[in-house]
């Protein structure tokens, strides 16, 4: 459940409820999402149906998350780079304005010209989710890409909406609605984190939006972007830390509410956002939305007069032909024009496959649809869109089939792509300083920041060990002692430095990771002379801390790389956000190891060396 495959399977399945509603009682169907749902106070009274309430109101916060994932991919994606937004700005430009030239083509002469924006916005959370589920095996460089390409289309669908398809438009609340978001980035600026004092501002932005007569959507786009995204920073931690400890020792109500504050303070708001909503976005809010339009009544009478209709040919032309076209042909033609220094994040048959799946078209679509049209064209274009959808997800399938049984080497050049990869970690690995084990020459090294006292890198540390029967692997240890929460952590550390110096960093580091409930000094004492260290020498190193420097110097990069907490890793020089887990950590070696074997060939072929 906690997949972009399960929510999309659980949109997919209110899709087929409405279908079959629609098609068993189609009175009761549209009679049910007809009913009118007020909010009265004295005199002032808002009313609308229930499909608007859904439609308008809580996609609101849908649209609020499609502005958390584009903000945190600008603040800590790919797209940190701003360099590599120029590819899918064209991409996701490209591809709105072809599918749209397609429809206009096929309606130029007809009724339905003014459908245009129905046929131009993917729906991102669904194309993701399909992607998983068609997609056996698709890279997350595939994910990377989609995304980042497809943020581009949700902004510029939405104002869209917000020009095109909204009428009769109100220059005063729409004036005030500029004044109240700017007081939201001024409560920013000034550093406010509380939701309480946001939330009447965001629900007046909204209102405010809908008395425009501009869809208040666009409010919920507006304030996901404005939602920084970062990692804790680890002096932050170290506060939050100490606020518990106080707690701990005295556990009235006031410390507790304060440690509680400061814990939430660490995350970014982009993180608390996203984990508020996420969830109710994707499990209930969409698929609700979908049940509420995707119902249309089917018959034999329908489909031919629908098939032929101009509506439907044209919105299905632009998302399965016009879609493709426009990112395969514009992710060429920006890599050509800039001879290779500007190219996709992922391999042509990722970008192929991210071309067909953008085929699916949901909720802006529906959205333009019930503002466009009305009564028998309103239901040819919601066949339009869903016929997309399935054509576009069999198209995304036989992709992948295809590139599955290409031979391996072809395989991943064609899923990874050679652009090169963002590093995130700073200082890069330095084998006279740092501590290695594994093969010098490995194509994979994987770093660990980690704190000999961190019940997390104990458990962390036999999925290692696997790894490193890996013989094209190897493994650094950068120290992190947290010392806020971990008081042995640091002499720890320092005692595999002492022995270090002695020549026996690595048998310390393994005896510290199994024996983590006992580091006390005279311990640590043990342990040297356990593995026949200079006993004198390893104490007087412990007692006049001489190693740390060294540790202090890991715990810089660590600052300098962004971590924060243990075990962080970084894989190739770039930080893994996911579990670490054996599968987990397996499968981005595996593709770390796919992508330096595709930069050495591609190195080599550049230099036009011996095998090019």
Known sequence: MATESGSAGVLVGAIVAALVWANVDADGYERAWSTELALKVGSWALASDLRTWVNSGL???????????????????????????????????????LPVGVYLAINFAGGGAHGWGVAMSTDTALALGLLALVGKGVPEQARVFLLTVFVVDDLVALIVIAVAYSEHIAVMPLLLAVAVFGVLLGLRALGVRSGVLYAPFCLLLWYLMLRSGVDPVVAGLAIGLTATAYTPARGALEAASGLFKLFREQPTPELARSASIGLTRTLSPNDRLQRMYHPWTSYLIVPLFGLANAGIPIDATFLARAFTSPITLGVLAGYVVGKPIAVVGTSWAVTRLSKGRIRPGAGWAAVLGSGTI????????????????????????????????????????????????????????????DAEVLVDLIPPVDVSVDHVRGAADASVTVVEYGDFQCPYCGQAEPVVRELLSDTDLRYVWRHLPLTDVHPQAQLAAEAAEAAAAQG???????????????????????????????REQFHEDLRRHQHAARI??????????????????????????????????????????????????THTRSRGLPGS
């Open 59 to 97: 996609m609101t916060l849908f649209f609020l998350v499609v502005g958390l994932e584009a903000r945190r991919e600008l603040d800590l994606g790919d797209l940190r780079d701003r360099r590599r937004f120029l590819l899918p700005l064209a991409a996701g430009v490209a591809g709105m304005v």
């Open 358 to 417: 953008a085929g699916i078209g949901f909720t802006v679509s529906l959205l333009i649809a019930n503002l466009a049209f009305t009564g028998d064209e309103l239901a040819e274009a919601k066949l339009g869109v869903l016929a997309s959808a399935v054509i576009a997800s069999l198209l995304t399938f036989v992709v992948y089939r295809m590139t599955a049984r290409l031979p391996k080497h072809k395989r991943a050049r064609a899923l990874l792509g």
């Open 504 to 534: 026996a960093f690595w048998p310390m580091h393994d005896l510290l990771l199994d024996h983590q409930d006992e580091l006390k000094p005279m311990a640590l004492v043990d342990y040297a002379e356990r593995l026949g260290l200079d």
């Open 552 to 601: 202090d110097q890991d715990v810089e990069s660590a600052d300098l790389s962004g971590v924060s907490g243990t075990p962080t890793f970084f894989i190739n020089g770039q930080r893994h956000y996911g579990a670490y887990d054996l599968a987990t950590l397996t499968e981005a070696v595996k593709v770390a190891r796919a992508r330096a074997l595709i930069g050495r060939s």
